[in-house]
Each structure stands twice: as structure tokens, then as C-alpha cells.
């Protein structure tokens, strides 16, 4: 079954401080791996996406890391803002067709205060 | 950049009516769109693919006389909720790949359903 797992649910640090988040994933065929940031009442943003055979992938203040070997993925925010206060959430896309089928994981729940 | 715009960003409506939302591609053609639905403090649930000039694709346990999709044109698909209840209140997601596998797929803002 294909599934994605992601740590920690939720996160609570200080502004300018870093923190890593987590996901692990079983989908098959793997297409490629995708973080996207959702505020909460809005759509989600993507902020990355990465193939089988990139291992890390950087977005301003925003690094990713891949390793396909183990299945798992990182997400790297440094120097937190207000603003990173947000729904962090790993998809992995399955390839199916000629298009991707996106494997939502539940998300991390970020909170940063001042 | 390629935007996805959604509308209404809300709605309200009364139990047993029916409520339209869509999607349109701003600036890229978009021949498959994606209609998800997200419950509070969960992930987005995909309802169905939605595919310009043919019929949706339903998941699986998705009313597809319930959720009508309508995919008329490259740039546009509608979601009808028909005939709502208080169950259906939900925030409703959009989403349309620019390409093929491997590309951006970018969402609309959201249209969050109450029906009363």
C-alpha cells in the first residue's frame, strides 16, 4: 500500500531557530518526491520536488533531502520566521500514466513564536 | 509564474442545494485537473481526476452522481456538490499539473463548503 509517513506531527520553536522535519514513504513506482507548505484556509504551496536521483535541493531559507535507498526525506528550515508558522506536508508521487498520482502524507504542524 | 485560481473561496448554503465551484488554469493549459478534499487537521483526500473531454476518473468510495465534475474546456473544471448536507462541509482543493510526470502541480486556494 502506498503511504507516506511524516514526523513530527507537530512542532513548536522560537523565531530564528532551526528545525528538521521528517517523512518516510512506500509508493511504488516511485516518480518523485515533493514538500509543500500550506497556511491554514489555503492551498498548498510547493516549495520543492525532487527526482530519484537528486539528494538535496535547496529554496531560500528551505533544504530538502532525498535518499531513495532508505525512502526517507527531510525537510530543513534555518533561521525560522512568523511567517514559516504553517501545515508542512511530504507527497510522493506515483507514477501512473503519463502523469503523477500524489501520495499525501498528513503533515507537520509548525508553529514558531517570537 | 503559473497560477490556479479557485473560486468561490467560500461558500455557504442551505442542506439539499447544490453549490458550484471551479478551477481555472490561468496561463498553461491544463488537459487533467485534480479535485481533493481536506477535513479539518488532515491531509488533502483526492475525490477525483477530472479530465478535459472525457469523463472524470472517481475514487474509490466517491459518489460520482454526488460530486459532479465537468471538464469543458483546457482551462477550466467545475465541482458540483449536489443536493449538500451538513456532511459535505469540508474544504474543497483544486489542483492542475503544468505537464506531464515530474512537474509542478499547482493548487488553488481552497473553497471551504458549509452547508447548514
Known amino acids: 500500500k502506498n503511504q507516506v509517513e511524516q514526523s513530527p506531527q507537530s512542532l513548536i520553536i522560537l523565531e530564528g531557530k532551526n528545525c528538521t522535519l521528517q517523512?518516510?514513504?512506500?509508493?511504488?513506482?516511485?516518480?518523485?518526491l515533493r514538500w509543500y507548505k500550506q497556511d491554514t484556509g489555503r492551498g498548498p504551496v510547493s516549495l520543492t520536488i525532487?527526482?530519484?536521483?537528486?539528494n538535496t535541493k535547496s529554496n531560500g531559507r528551505y533544504t530538502a533531502t532525498l535518499d531513495a535507498d532508505t525512502k526517507q526525506s527531510s525537510l530543513h528550515i534555518t533561521a525560522s520566521q512568523l511567517s514559516d508558522s504553517a501545515s508542512y506536508i511530504c507527497?510522493?508521487?506515483?507514477?501512473?500514466?503519463?502523469?503523477?498520482?500524489?501520495?499525501f502524507g498528513t503533515g507537520t504542524r509548525l508553529q514558531v513564536f517570537p | 509564474g503559473a497560477v490556479v485560481s479557485q473560486h468561490p473561496s467560500w461558500v455557504i448554503c442551505k442542506s439539499g442545494t447544490s453549490v458550484k465551484i471551479e478551477c481555472r488554469s490561468l496561463?498553461?493549459?491544463?488537459?487533467?485537473m485534480f479535485w481533493y478534499r481536506q477535513f479539518p487537521k488532515q491531509s488533502l483526500m483526492l475525490m477525483a481526476t477530472s479530465n478535459e473531454g472525457s469523463k472524470a476518473t472517481y475514487e474509490q468510495g466517491v459518489e460520482k452522481d454526488k460530486f459532479l465534475i465537468n471538464h469543458a474546456s483546457l482551462t477550466l473544471s467545475t465541482l458540483t456538490v449536489t443536493s449538500a448536507h451538513p456532511e459535505d462541509s469540508s474544504f474543497y482543493i483544486c489542483?492542475?499539473?503544468?505537464?506531464?510526470?515530474?512537474?509542478?502541480?499547482?493548487f488553488g486556494q481552497g473553497t471551504r463548503l458549509t452547508v447548514v
Open positions: 496561463d498553461f493549459q491544463a488537459t487533467t
Open positions: 525532487m527526482t530519484f536521483s537528486e
Open positions: 489542483s492542475a499539473p503544468r505537464g506531464g510526470w515530474g512537474t509542478e502541480a499547482f
Open positions: 517523512c518516510n514513504y512506500t509508493v511504488s513506482p516511485f516518480s518523485n
Open positions: 507527497v510522493v508521487s506515483a507514477l501512473r500514466s503519463n502523469t503523477d498520482k500524489l501520495i
